[in-house]
């Protein structure tokens, strides 16, 4: 299955803390995003990372790709209380270009 | 705030009966995609639409049908409805660029639930 999956399923840290989510895939991708969903809303988009880029920033967000490995990291520094959501991976590539394959994502839950 | 909006924003259905959702894509977009969320799950690929032509379809039922306007609004239908259809409905709309290949800018979604 083309499906990220990401990894840990929970996350729980204190305010200050570093967040770090992995995310692993299965067949060749075009690119790999990070979306961020509030309690069963609507997805935020974060970050978009091709398949011919290692690392990309953007804020308090770092996120890496290694498509020898096919799996993905998402950093975010210096976490705060509304950094609380959950955070998929979804990759699109290939003959379903266009379409985007989700994990389950991780729930991430900061305390202040 | 992306620009796409979706309605209803709740909706509760019996079995059996059909249901059409509504998505307005971000101004400029004219390719849209459907995403069903089932609770604690992530979101599963329905199908997509691309100048009002399908450009897509996921591991869906036929009951799952949808079309697009020449506005690049769309509608999701979904007949004779299930327990498990139940689930919070997403739509994305992308720019014309690239037909969905990169960024997908997401609706608040439709919460539907079938009794």
């Known amino acids: 299955s083309q499906q990220g999956e990401e990894d840990p399923q929970a996350l729980s840290i204190q305010e200050g803390e570093n967040a770090t989510m992995n995310c692993s895939y299965k067949?060749?991708?075009?690119?790999l995003q990070w979306y961020r969903q509030n309690s069963g809303r609507g997805l935020v988009h974060l970050i978009l990372?091709?398949?011919?880029?290692r690392e990309k920033h953007s804020g308090r967000l770092r996120v890496t790709l290694d498509t020898s490995k096919k799996s993905s990291s998402l950093l975010i520094t210096a976490s705060r209380a509304a950094d609380t959501a959950s955070y998929f991976c979804a990759t699109s590539g290939g003959s379903t270009l266009g379409r985007l394959y989700f994990g389950r994502g991780t729930q991430l839950t900061v305390w202040p | 705030e992306t620009g796409v909006t979706q309605s209803p924003t709740h909706l509760i259905k019996t079995r059996g009966q059909q249901v059409t959702l509504r998505c307005s894509s971000q101004s400029g977009h004219n390719t849209v995609s459907w995403y069903q969320q089932a609770l604690g799950q992530g979101p599963q690929f329905i199908f997509q639409y691309y100048r009002e032509e399908e450009n897509g379809r996921g591991n869906f039922p036929p009951r799952f049908s949808g079309l697009q306007f020449p506005n690049y609004s769309s509608e999701l239908n979904v007949n004779a409805l299930e327990l498990d259809d139940s689930a919070l409905y997403l739509c994305?709309?992308?720019?014309?660029?690239?037909?969905?290949?990169?960024?997908?800018?997401f609706g608040p979604g439709t919460r539907l639930t079938v009794l």
């Open positions: 990372i091709r398949s011919n880029e």
């Open positions: 067949t060749s991708i075009n690119n």
């Open positions: 994305a709309s992308s720019s014309p660029s690239n037909r969905g290949t990169d960024t997908q800018y």
